[in-house]
Nanobody, 124 residues
Framework: QVQLVESGGGLVQTGDSLRLSCAAS????????MAWFRQAPGKEREFVAR????????LYGDSVKGRFTISRDNSKNTAYLQMNSLKPEDTAVYYC?????????????????WGQGTQVTVSS
């Protein structure tokens, strides 16, 4: 029943921007923190950003802090990731995930539902 569907990925050049969306359904969206992770070929899944239930608090991975912004619109059951100043090392499949903890976490173990992912490719 729970479903997370990412969209907005694509092929861009270094320095460009993208906005990813995560459409949620099957649960009370406003009751859960949401996060973005990414996974490049041959690498472990990496934490990108997390936002609290009411968007009061957010966390960012060191590699994206200052460039990416996580947000949410609880009236639309949608989470977003605004990605600016993109670099080739940002190339990955980006996944939306639902938090199962109140305390913020960056571990994949603390997220119980995941979207299918959307590909972001940044060319040099």
């Amino acid at each position: 029943q729970v479903q997370l569907v990412e969209s907005g990925g694509g092929l861009v050049q270094t320095g460009d921007s993208l906005r990813l969306s995560c459409a949620a359904s099957g649960f009370t969206f406003s009751s859960y923190g949401m996060a973005w992770f990414r996974q490049a070929p041959g690498k472990e899944r990496e934490f990108v950003a997390r936002i609290s239930r009411s968007a009061i608090s957010s966390l960012y991975g060191d590699s994206v802090k200052g460039r990416f912004t996580i947000s949410r619109d609880n009236s639309k059951n949608t989470a977003y990731l605004q990605m600016n100043s993109l670099k080739p090392e940002d190339t990955a499949v980006y996944y939306c995930a639902r938090s199962q903890t109140i305390r913020p976490s960056t571990s994949t173990r603390d997220f119980d539902y995941w979207g299918q992912g959307t590909q972001v490719t940044v060319s040099s």
